[in-house]
């Protein structure tokens, strides 16, 4: 929508959020109340309608994390250029015209802790790719050889002779 796109209203629509705490800040005591935010959302959709007439909840919530996700990919750029070990005028300069206006959201993005899906009791002797493996250490890449059985054609029907013979010709 054309509407939203104005520098200036998109300014305002950002700093109407950042008074929002219920709707950004995690540790605010409101933020898992629906009604407040709710309410809050509301606000913000009168607001959005004076520019775009037939706007929604769900536009404004759109628009919310659209402006949040922008935020956050810049934010990861900048963040891993200065983990790259760059220079000071080497880290990544934010291009986001609105990029300090969202800076309230910064605090908000805490790195979770990654949780291990394996046991912590592994053993650490197992090869790690089937070449490191060998036969007289089986590890859990090792499978175990199976024969194939032989068919004679007594075995065999006629039409399971004839299926046969056809799949070996292809």
Known sequence: MKQFKDLDFMGQFIDKYRYMHNLWEVKNPLYRNKQ?????LE????FVKMQVPNADI????RKIDSLGSTYRKELNKIQASMRSGAAAENVYVPSLWYYTR???????MEVRESLSTLPS???STY???PAEASE????PFILE???EPSWSQEDLSQDEALECGTQEEA
């Open 102 to 108: 969202m800076r309230f959201l910064e605090d908000q």
């Open 121 to 123: 009791s592994l053993p």
């Open 136 to 139: 007289d250490e089986p590890g």
């Open 145 to 147: 050889e199976v024969e």
């Open 58 to 61: 769900e536009f404004v919530e």
């Open 127 to 129: 090869p790690s790719t």
């Open 43 to 46: 606000k913000l959709l009168q």
């Open 36 to 40: 407040a935010r709710k309410a809050s």
